[in-house]
């Protein structure tokens, strides 16, 4: 019972009706309160799985919150500075654009280094209440290379 109410405050903090159906194949495929229980049961297993991390936490995955995409390099700049002065902890991850070879960069602009990802989703929610122009933002990890 205790995972049921932890998965159910955690859902409704950090997920959308539309973030929990969004994977599936295609809107036909939307089961209404099956979808929901899906999550659900998604987020128990995730704080079990959670409660057993916090005991071994694993050194090189970390999480953060992505609020943009650009191939605009000054645009991300700019936009993590704003991020900066707001007090946030954020930067940029440069990656290669597999869609489009013409633009071959994409910079990400990132937010938060957490350790774990109930943490990043946390503030993500409330970065999107204090930022409603980056709703869009998700949560998402970071492999650090320990060599």
């Known amino acids: 019972m205790k995972y049921l109410i932890a998965a159910i405050l955690l859902f409704t903090t950090t997920h959308s009706y539309a973030d929990c159906v969004f994977g599936l194949d295609n809107v036909s495929n939307v089961g209404g309160v099956k979808d929901i229980l899906r999550c659900l049961q998604d987020e128990i297993n995730a704080i079990k799985g959670e409660e057993s991390d916090n005991q071994?936490?694993?050194?090189?995955?970390?999480?953060?919150?992505?609020?943009?995409?650009?191939?605009?390099?000054?645009?991300?700049?700019?936009?993590?500075?704003?991020?900066?002065?707001?007090?946030?902890?954020?930067?940029?991850?440069?990656?290669?654009n597999t869609a489009n070879k013409n633009k071959p960069i994409w910079y990400k602009v990132m937010v938060g280094n957490y350790q774990w990802e109930s943490e990043a989703a946390q503030n993500k929610s409330t970065l999107i209440l204090n930022h409603p122009l980056y709703k869009d933002s998700f949560v998402t990890s970071i492999v650090f290379n320990n060599d």
Request: charged content about 20%; hydrophobic content about 30%; cysteine-free.
């Open 56 to 96: 071994t936490p694993t050194n090189n995955r970390r999480y953060t919150i992505q609020i943009m995409a650009t191939s605009n390099a000054s645009h991300a700049k700019e936009v993590q500075e704003t991020f900066k002065t707001f007090g946030y902890d954020s930067f940029i991850k440069p990656s290669l």
